[in-house]
């Protein structure tokens, strides 16, 4: 029902930043939920961040926050993960999700996936 390709992902080093993008398109007119996810090697995929239809409200786990930022924009289908002072335990896969009916908290929530973009920080 929504395609969604992630972009921004690299190589940096500890403390460094990165803005991960999501591109969202479909054939409704519905608006989405969205959120992050993430998936070390070995690792089962964890929430990282989630944002409401309005962009008012967001959700993030302990770990990230005040550190990571998500954002949306609305008119251009797309959502945004800033992520500041990066640390080598934030190395994953990172793939955005999506809902039309609920915050994306947990995997269980998540109608729809990105391919997800590698994020790797050095020590």
């Known amino acids: 029902q929504v395609q969604l390709v992630e972009s921004g992902g690299g190589l940096v080093q500890a403390g460094g930043s990165l803005r991960l993008s999501c591109a969202a398109s479909?054939?409704?007119?519905?608006?989405?939920?969205m959120g992050w996810f993430r998936q070390a090697p070995g690792k089962e995929r964890e929430f990282v961040a989630a944002?409401?239809?309005?962009?008012?409200?967001?959700v993030y786990v302990d770990p990230v926050k005040g550190r990571f930022t998500i954002s949306r924009d609305n008119a251009k289908n797309a959502v945004y993960l800033q992520m500041n002072s990066l640390k080598p335990e934030d190395t994953a896969v990172y793939y955005c999700?999506?809902?039309?009916?609920?915050?994306?908290?947990?995997?269980?929530?998540?109608?729809?996936w990105g391919q997800g973009t590698q994020v790797t920080v050095s020590s």
């Open positions: 944002i409401n239809l309005s962009g008012v409200n967001t």
């Open positions: 479909g054939r409704t007119s519905s608006s989405y939920n």
């Open positions: 999700a999506a809902s039309r009916y609920r915050m994306v908290i947990a995997v269980m929530f998540v109608d729809d």
